[in-house]
C-alpha cells in the first residue's frame, strides 16, 4: 500500500526559504512519477513540480527559478526546496506520485494515484 507523508511546512516570512519532504512507502522511485501540488485557501488544487525516474523536471510558470523538486532514493523521500517565498505561495502542499513505469523522457501530465495529507506552507509579509 502506497502511503506518502509530508512534512516540512511552516511560518515563513516573505523572502525566505523552506525544504518540503514526502517519505513514501510501498512503492519504488523507478516506477514513479513524483509530484507536488498546493491549494491556497478558496481555491482550486494546482500543480507545482513533478519528477520522473529519469530525473526530468516540471514546474509550473510562477514557481519556476525558485522552487526546486528532487528526490533521495535512498530515502524513499523526495523535497520541495522553495526559496523566494512569497505571500501568494501560502498554501497547503500536497505530494502526489503517480505509476509509470520507467520514464526517461519529459515529464508529462497524470492524473495521479496516491496523495499525502497535506502540510501547510504559510508566508507572511
Known amino acids: 500500500q502506497v502511503q506518502l507523508v509530508e512534512s516540512g511546512g511552516g511560518l515563513v516570512q516573505a523572502g525566505g526559504s523552506l525544504r518540503l519532504s514526502c517519505a513514501a512507502s510501498g512503492l519504488t522511485f523507478s516506477a514513479y512519477v513524483m509530484a507536488w501540488f498546493r491549494q491556497a485557501p478558496g481555491k482550486e488544487r494546482e500543480f507545482v513540480s513533478a519528477?520522473?525516474?529519469?530525473?526530468?523536471?516540471n514546474y509550473a510558470d510562477s514557481v519556476k527559478g525558485r522552487f526546486t523538486i528532487s528526490t533521495d532514493n535512498a530515502k524513499n523521500t523526495v523535497y520541495l526546496t522553495m526559496t523566494s517565498l512569497k505571500r501568494e505561495d501560502t498554501a497547503v502542499y500536497y505530494c502526489?506520485?503517480?505509476?509509470?513505469?520507467?520514464?526517461?523522457?519529459?515529464?508529462?501530465?497524470?492524473?495521479?494515484?496516491?496523495w499525502g495529507q497535506g502540510t501547510q506552507v504559510t508566508v507572511s509579509s
Open positions: 519528477i520522473n525516474s529519469g530525473a526530468n523536471t
Open positions: 502526489a506520485a503517480k505509476r509509470t513505469g520507467l520514464r526517461t523522457g519529459p515529464v508529462g501530465d497524470y492524473v495521479y494515484d496516491h
